[in-house]
């Protein structure tokens, strides 16, 4: 943790300001270990492998918690160089296509927006992140890290935000880039103050929280008053057609109430098959067709086995799985305060600004 966080940081229970207690720091003057004691309510929360430890305390039993547990090892899963299943350009991609940072970048490269590759080559466009140039960033839900280096990139000082006990895996990606800094917290109550982010993003995280809404709330809070903010949850159409959506929500119904590893213990042994015999089965038109009842499951499909597995995993296995239309987000949004939305292609995602 750079010692400027301490500025950023505050209490997740009170907002309260935090002071930094009985340092240890590592050979490049980072802080490795320690405490951050609120200076409102008096509680403590340690510092522990460079990351501030700053989840609301308590939540050891809460739905929320279940869902922490479930994205450790859905994280864990990977190995480290699966974690890199694509290649840089496509993250970039990625992250401008999700956030919306660069409105041209729909029609530049329209198509797939769920695309494994990019045009490359000396015409191709290229997508463009300087808008994160000069800016300090939260990314709201950072995962396992995936796009917090890539932002790193072009913002002047991003700070990746992430709850389960997988931030320990987001900071070792990020090891070595002066300009993050991770930071275990929820965004139901970030732990910042008020007004210290030029921009937010949230990609993929929102719908896997008991209240998106409050968490819109509370990211608007820690954005400046002229600092953006976009977001982008689950659509509707997340769970199939009409065939399909019943016998999805099923599956999730029933894995979301087992152990994570019994889950995923599901998804290694009855729903990768079946995603095999999926792929075999769609080579040819006229067995897709005799085989339709076989297609009544959507399982995520991936050419590499464990990537293929963590994304079944993904979809079916969190505790929280909820979808929202891009009218009801933007209700989130105007609520935080926000006058100006633009609506992205990716469903369903809003860009926000100007309160
Ligand atoms: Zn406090």
């Not at 522990?48 to 547990?69: F, M």
Request: charged share 25%; proline share 9%.
């Amino acid at each position: 943790m750079n010692e400027r966080m301490v500025e950023l940081l505050a209490c997740p229970v009170c907002r309260g300001a935090v002071r930094l207690e009985d340092p240890v720091r590592s050979a490049g003057g980072e802080i490795a270990e320690g405490a951050l004691r609120c200076a409102g309510c008096g509680a403590a929360y340690p510092i522990a492998a460079g990351v501030p430890r700053l989840n609301p305390p308590g939540e050891g039993a809460t739905e929320q918690a279940r869902v922490g547990e479930h994205f450790f090892l859905e994280f864990s899963t990977l190995a480290e160089e699966d974690q890199d299943f694509d290649p840089p350009d496509v993250l970039e991609y990625v992250l401008v296509s999700r956030t919306g940072i660069d409105p041209l970048v729909y029609s530049r490269i329209p198509g797939d927006l769920y695309r494994t590759s990019v045009p490359t080559g000396p015409d191709a466009y290229r997508p463009d992140s300087s808008f994160l140039r000069g800016k300090r960033v939260l990314d709201a839900g950072c995962g396992g890290g995936r796009l917090t280096p890539v932002a790193a990139r072009h913002a002047d000082h991003i700070v990746g935000l992430e709850y389960g006990p997988h931030v320990d895996r987001a900071a070792a990606r990020c090891r070595g880039l002066e300009n993050v800094d991770i930071v275990q917290g929820s965004v139901l109550d970030p732990p910042f103050r008020d007004g210290v982010f030029d921009f937010a993003f949230s990609v993929g995280v929102l719908h896997h929280t008991t209240d998106p809404a409050a968490a819109c709330r509370e990211l608007a809070r820690v954005i400046a008053e002229d600092g953006a903010l976009s977001v982008w949850v689950y659509p509707p159409q997340y769970w199939g057609g009409r065939v399909r959506e019943p016998v999805n929500r099923a599956i999730h119904r029933v894995l979301s109430r087992l152990e994570p590893r019994r889950a995923l213990s599901v998804c290694r042994w009855v729903l990768y098959p079946l995603g095999r015999l999926q792929m075999a089965l769609a080579r040819r038109p006229w067995t897709k067709w005799a085989a339709a009842p076989v297609f009544v499951v959507s399982v995520p499909r991936h050419p590499r086995r464990e990537v293929m597995l963590t994304t079944i995993f993904d979809y079916f296995g969190p505790p929280i799985i909820s979808t929202h239309t891009y009218e009801e987000v933007a209700g989130w949004l105007r609520a935080a305060g926000f006058k100006s939305l633009r609506q992205l292609p990716v469903p369903s995602a809003w860009f926000a600004e100007g309160r």
